[in-house]
């Protein structure tokens, strides 16, 4: 069995378990990562940080987008585009988002205001990155729409070097993650335990 269809059951698995999260456990759970994440050294002296608005029963991102802009920093937030690239906002505060649904799916929250171009990523000194899992070597196990496969691939092009930190729930850390010759590791994985460091990408 190839790297897709074990990544297919794997997410199917992974987003079941988050289906059953209250809105308590996501709010905790996020209060939580905001703490972790705070203190991270690459956070902590960064100019420009490339994040996302979390939905539904993702590990909550709302805390630390509001303590990061709060510091001063410059918050990238991701808008989807049609063909599943990413442009990029600035995040100006609670009242700077809007809701977005694209064709079917989930409504995203995005940023209002200028639109700075897919490249804006390459100018951020960290990205936190979504994912459902993240295995021992740093490999990160996506949602499967390629937005931020496409990101990585950017940030390489551009020689572009900024950390590369995923937001998960403890459970979410584990032994192996299906990978595919474009996957590419992370630095760092936050969880409301704790942090996690890998080798990151070579």
Sequence with gaps: ?????DKRTLRRDLLAVRSGLTAVDVEAA????AS???GLPELAHARVVAAYVSVGTEPGTRALL???HARGVQVLLPVLLPDNDLDWGTYAGEGS???????????LLEPAGDRLGADAVTGADAV????LA???LGLRLGRGGGSYDRVLARLERSGADPALVVLLYDSEVTARVPAEPHDRPVHAVVTPSGVRR???PS
């Design 1 to 5: 069995m190839g790297a897709e269809p």
């Design 30 to 33: 996020g209060a939580a990562l």
């Design 36 to 38: 972790r994440a705070l």
């Design 66 to 68: 509001d303590a990061l």
């Design 97 to 107: 988002l809007v809701e977005v649904r694209h064709g079917g799916r989930m409504a």
């Design 128 to 131: 936190l990155l979504p994912g």
């Design 134 to 136: 993240v295995d021992g």
């Design 198 to 200: 890998f080798p990151g």
